[in-house]
Structures are given as structure tokens and as C-alpha cells.
């Protein structure tokens, strides 16, 4: 479904990202991940149409991405959740949820959309004619992750979608994300709680200085001794 081979990002004399290369299917849950300023999100960004690579190839279901203008995008059926989020705070949740069915793929389905992101983030739906800049920087992030579910996307990119939450709410969005998850919905997610994220992946990329060093499905990296060290200070907790 999506193919980025030898991707380069640079920002001026420094490489953010060194020929990485990753694979996801059609329905699988991709987790990046690595310390900050490994290059996670420069990967992310270059798949999502917010940064230009310097070289490489990213290929989404037989089409160059390299090819097509940002805003096509969401037309092709790729939706980012950007770092920071993005939502529009002087709109209310109603409003910022309204604006991401704008493409032409999700105008039909606009309406049961709209019923199901509110039946997967009941806050949303509790709050709608608030203004989305008050609310807590949880539910903004709700708000945001529904406003791209809004574009009826095919593939779901996430960035860090845990950043400076309290751990209650890490626990509300990641029980959403595997929600999503079940619903058969492609996710691509960049993550350093790798901790909450392997238990949901099936595949798992690491990544370390600009560079892809390890890759494999997410039971596998689990196990790995030197994952458990450097990624999750320790024994990764059994599932019930």
C-alpha cells in the first residue's frame, strides 16, 4: 500500500533521515519508532506532504506521492495528525470536525463519519459547540484525530499522539487508536511511548540518528533484549 525507499531528509547542512526505507500493507498497524530527534516525524512529514526530501521515493498504491501536490492528498485517502496536532482554535469542535470531510471522497459519508467519531470520542460529541482552543490539550488531540477520521482516509499517519498528555488520557487515545485498529483502518504512527504502541502494532521500524537499524513485527521486537533496554527500560509487562 505504501513504500518509502531510501528516503534522505535534510534541513540545511544537517540529515535528519538517511535512506530509510519502509513497507506498510494495506490494513496493518506501523509503529516508528526512537528517541527524539531520531527522525521520526521527518519521515512521517515527507509521507504526509509536509516536507520536501532531498531524495529518495515514497509510493502509495502504485502512485508516486513525490508527484502530487500537498493538497491532493487527502483526496488520494491519506490523513495526518500532525506533532502540535494542528486543529483550528478559534473554531469549535463542531466546526474543526466539519472542515476535515471537505474532500470530495468524504462528502457522501460526512454524516455516519461524523456519528463515529463521536461514538469513539463520546467527549467530542458532549462538547461540540465548544471552542476547541479551550479544551484540555487531550481533547484537542481527540478533536484532531477525529477531524482526519473526517476524510474518510484509507491510511491514518500519526505524530506522536501522546506528546505531553497526562498518562489517563495516553490511555483514552490509545484505546481509541485500537478501536481504529479494528476497524481495519491503516495506521502509520510515529511514537515514543513504545510501550503503549507495540501492544497494538504488528509491525515495528526503530530508528536511531537519521537511520533505520532494526525492523520486524511487533511480538518479535518485544522480545528483543536490546529493544527492552533501549526502547522500554526493561521486561516488557506480559498481556492478560
Not at 506532504?49 to 531524495?55: E, K, L, W, Y
Not at 502530487?68 to 474543526?96: C, K, Q, T, W, Y
Not at 536490546?226 to 509487562?237: D, N, P, Q, T, Y
Amino acid at each position: 500500500m505504501l513504500e518509502v525507499e531510501n528516503l534522505t531528509v535534510t534541513y540545511g547542512k544537517h540529515v535528519a533521515l538517511d535512506g530509510a526505507s519502509i513497507k506498510v500493507e494495506a490494513g496493518q498497524m506501523v509503529a516508528i519508532l526512537g528517541a527524539n530527534g531520531a527522525g521520526k516525524s521527518s519521515l512521517l512529514g515527507a509521507v504526509g506532504g509536509r516536507i520536501a526530501p532531498t531524495s529518495g521515493a515514497i509510493t502509495y498504491k502504485g502512485k508516486s506521492l513525490l508527484d502530487m501536490p500537498a493538497h491532493r492528498l487527502a483526496d488520494a485517502g491519506i490523513a495526518l495528525v500532525p506533532e502540535g496536532r494542528g486543529i483550528f482554535p478559534a473554531l469549535s469542535v463542531a466546526e474543526n470536525l466539519k472542515l476535515g470531510a471537505i474532500p470530495e471522497r468524504a462528502r457522501d459519508k460526512a454524516e455516519s463519519n461524523l456519528a463515529e467519531v463521536y461514538a469513539l470520542f463520546p467527549k467530542l460529541a458532549e462538547r461540540q459547540n465548544q471552542i476547541a482552543g479551550t479544551m484540555s490539550g487531550g481533547e484537542q488531540q481527540m478533536v484532531a484525530i477525529g477531524r482526519a477520521l473526517m476524510s474518510n482516509p484509507d491510511i491514518l499517519l500519526l505524530d506522536e499522539p501522546s506528546l505531553g498528555l497526562a498518562p489517563i488520557v495516553v490511555k483514552e487515545v490509545f484505546a481509541a487508536l485500537a478501536r481504529i485498529r479494528a476497524n481495519g483502518l491503516t495506521i502509520v504512527i510515529v511514537e515514543q511511548n513504545a510501550r503503549a504502541t507495540l501492544a497494538l502494532a504488528d509491525y515495528v521500524y526503530l530508528v536511531e540518528v537519521g537511520r533505520i537499524t532494526g525492523s520486524g513485527p511487533a511480538e518479535e521486537i518485544k522480545s528483543n533484549p536490546s529493544v527492552e533496554r533501549a526502547f522500554l527500560g526493561g521486561a516488557v509487562a506480559k498481556p492478560n
